[in-house]
């Protein structure tokens, strides 16, 4: 049997599936929880400072009859330092963090303040990328360096845009080259699975899963 579903569930109002829209989410995903990769982007602001933006919702796929690598980052807000960095210069590197490093690069969702190195002031280290003009972090197991193609608004007037990145190369860490999606690899980001039949009225939960569910905290 299966059950079907276009309008929210009654089991689902009250909970954070009902009011995260407040935050630019919506029911669908708690119920459909399709998982996608935990990313941290950064940049370069305009005042030389270092930017470090933690995303999901991204896709990556050939593209140019398989003549370029592509990231399409599926929710990036209009007016955050990553989206308006990336315009000034047009560059960014994807970097991929393993569960060890996962609380420090969630830092820096706190440390975002324009004058800040937001890089350094979360415990990681900055870098020089070999082919674009923007910083990548060291410890993170693989860095994508990349740069602005194009972006679209999903829908007219929307805060956020559909954005894609062509990726100009990769650096991998030597103890990755055989497996990057093992239980060291990629994380991926999911909202808490809500069962729409019965959900017990919790508040924000949601999780960081590998093999393993990380807590996210308060962030």
Known sequence: MKHHYKEMPENLKGTYADYSHNFGFNWKEFVMTVPSPLLL???YKSNGMPNACMQSWATFTCANKGNGYYAILASVNKNGHFYKSLKETGDAVINFMSAEIFT???ATIKNNQFEVDEI???GLTPGKASWVNAPLVEECFMNLESKYVWE???APGDDHVLLCLEIIGAHIDDEHLSDR???NGILFNIHHQQNPELTEKTGHDWAAVL???IDMGEY
């Open 181 to 183: 999606t093992g239980e």
């Open 41 to 43: 982007v950064t940049t």
């Open 211 to 213: 093999s393993k569910k």
């Open 152 to 154: 679209k608004e999903i």
């Open 120 to 122: 350094t002031a979360s």
């Open 104 to 106: 420090k690069c969630m």
